[in-house]
C-alpha cells in the first residue's frame, strides 16, 4: 500500500515536472519569436535601422554617439545584436530606455502591478457574471428576457473596445461627475480612490468580454441539455437551477476554459488600450510612448511581459481542463 502510494506521488511530481519544463520551454520559444519579430520588424521599417533612432545624422565621433554605439552595439548587424539582448534578458537584463536611460526592468515592474490588477479583476468579473448570464439565457430561452439576453449579448461583443470608454468617460465622468475620467490610485495610497479609478475602466473590459464568455457558456450547456444524464435529473424533479449548476455547468466548462485560454492574447490588449484611453499609467502608458519614440528595448520588455502572461494563463487553462476531465491528454 505504501509503495504504490509512494509511486503514485512520484508519478505525480514527475508529470508535474514535466508539464513545468513544458511551459518554460513554451515561454522561452515564445518570447524570442516575438521579440525577433519585433527586433527585426523596428530595424527595417526606420530608414537607417535604429542606429538613425539614437544617432544624430552625421555624428559618429562624438563622446555621445561612441557611447550609444558601444553600450548598444550599433556596429553590429540586426541578428547579432538581437542575440545579444536575447542572452541578457535569459539573465534577467532587458537593457536600458534609449529616451530616459532608466532600466527596462525598472519600468515594467513599477508598472507591472496596475497591469495585474486591471487584468486580473477584469477576467475574474467577466466570469463571475457572463457564467450566470450564460445560465440564464438557457433557464429563460423561452422567455422574453432570454431573447433580450441574447440580444444584449450580441450588442455587448459588437462593440469596439476603444468605443465602450469614450462613452463611459463622457457619461458617468463628464455629465453626472460620479467618477474620475483618468488617473490612477494604488490600493496602498487609497482603497476607495483605486476602486473609484478602477471602475470605468474594468467596465468597459467587462463588456468588451462577457457577451463572449455568455453565449459560450449558453451554447454549450444547450448542447449537453439533451443527454440522458440531464433527461434523468430533470425527471427526478430536480429544479432547474439545479440541474444546470451542478449537473451542465461542469461538462460545458471545457468550452469556456479553451475560448479563455483563446481570448487571453485580447484581454490584454484590451486592457493595455483601456490603461492607454483612462491614463491608468500602466504598461499601455509605457507600450505608447515607447511605440511613439521607437524605444526598442522597452518595446522588447513589454512584449516579453504580454508573452509571459499569456503563456502562464494557458498553462493555467490546460491544468483546469485536465481536472474538469481527466481523459484529457496534457501532451
Avoid: C
Wanted: charged content about 15%.
Amino acid at each position: 500500500m505504501e509503495r504504490s502510494l509512494s509511486a503514485r506521488v512520484a508519478a505525480g511530481l514527475r508529470t508535474a515536472a514535466s508539464a513545468g519544463a513544458r511551459v518554460v520551454a513554451r515561454m522561452v520559444a515564445t518570447i524570442a519569436g516575438a521579440s525577433l519579430f519585433v527586433f527585426v520588424l523596428l530595424e527595417v521599417s526606420i530608414p537607417g535601422g535604429y542606429r538613425a533612432t539614437l544617432l544624430t545624422p552625421g555624428d559618429t565621433r562624438s563622446t555621445r554617439a561612441r557611447r550609444l554605439i558601444q553600450e548598444y552595439h550599433l556596429d553590429d548587424n540586426v541578428f547579432v545584436r538581437y542575440l545579444r539582448w536575447l542572452g541578457d534578458a535569459m539573465r534577467g537584463d532587458f537593457g536600458r530606455s534609449s529616451l530616459s536611460g532608466d532600466s527596462v526592468s525598472d519600468l515594467i515592474t513599477h508598472r507591472l502591478s496596475i497591469s495585474m490588477e486591471l487584468m486580473l479583476v477584469a477576467v475574474a468579473l467577466t466570469l463571475l457574471i457572463g457564467i450566470p448570464l450564460g445560465l440564464l439565457s438557457v433557464a429563460w430561452a423561452e422567455r422574453t428576457a432570454g431573447k433580450l439576453l441574447s440580444v444584449f449579448f450580441g450588442v455587448a461583443q459588437s462593440i469596439p473596445i476603444y468605443v465602450t470608454p469614450i462613452f463611459l468617460t463622457a457619461f458617468f465622468a463628464v455629465r453626472l461627475r460620479w467618477l474620475p475620467a483618468s488617473g490612477w490610485t494604488r490600493i496602498s495610497d487609497s482603497l476607495v480612490g483605486n476602486i473609484e479609478n478602477l471602475v470605468l475602466p474594468l467596465t468597459a473590459l467587462v463588456l468588451a468580454e462577457v457577451g463572449i464568455v455568455a453565449r459560450i457558456v449558453r451554447s454549450d450547456v444547450l448542447r449537453v441539455m439533451g443527454n440522458e444524464y440531464i433527461v434523468a435529473a430533470k425527471g427526478k424533479g430536480l429544479s432547474t437551477r439545479y440541474v444546470l449548476t451542478r449537473h451542465a455547468l461542469r461538462p460545458a466548462s471545457i468550452g469556456l476554459l479553451n475560448l479563455i485560454g483563446l481570448n487571453i492574447g485580447s484581454l490584454l490588449t484590451g486592457a493595455l488600450i483601456v490603461e492607454t484611453i483612462f491614463g491608468i499609467g500602466g504598461l499601455g502608458q509605457v507600450l505608447l510612448e515607447s511605440s511613439l519614440n521607437r524605444d526598442l528595448y522597452v518595446l522588447l520588455g513589454v512584449t516579453s511581459y504580454s508573452v509571459v502572461v499569456y503563456v502562464l494563463f494557458n498553462a493555467i487553462v490546460d491544468a483546469l481542463l485536465l481536472l474538469l476531465d481527466p481523459r484529457i491528454s496534457s501532451k
